[in-house]
């Protein structure tokens, strides 16, 4: 699916990290697959003439992303979209646009998990129950909260 409305995005932002693998290995494929949220991943095969077929098949497979504007957090918890999307799977989400470490962000997981990580003001003005964020280890201004979908 390559609609000229959902295919022209600007790169994102990135994170450069070097992990020396080895891609025999049996987990690369799970280690992919378990960041949820990775937009992009570049890899360096040095004195590498062709990329091997578990690697390939690893790297190469189709997936849809949209963007949408305007969605309210409530929205997340109607009992109709759980039911129609977070249950049966077909849905990651991640707000965009936000740094995690100075803005209000929330995430849905494929497992179904919710996840907030809000400013403390805005956490407190919700009344909510959770924890410093891993992102706010030093000064506390951040709260996060998970929920599983239910």
Partial sequence: MLSPKVWNFKPPQHHFSIEKRDYKKIDVPDVVTSHYFNHSVSLVLPDT????????????????????NGLNVFELINKEF??????????TLLSIGHKIDLDNSVAITPSGHLILSLLTEDFQKLGLEGKVSFFDRKVHTRRGKSQKGK
């Fill in 49 to 68: 003439v062709r990329i091997p077929d578990e690697l390939w098949t690893c790297i190469s497979d189709d997936s849809d992303y949209y963007r949408i």
């Fill in 82 to 91: 759980i039911e129609a999307f977070v249950k049966t799977g077909e849905l």
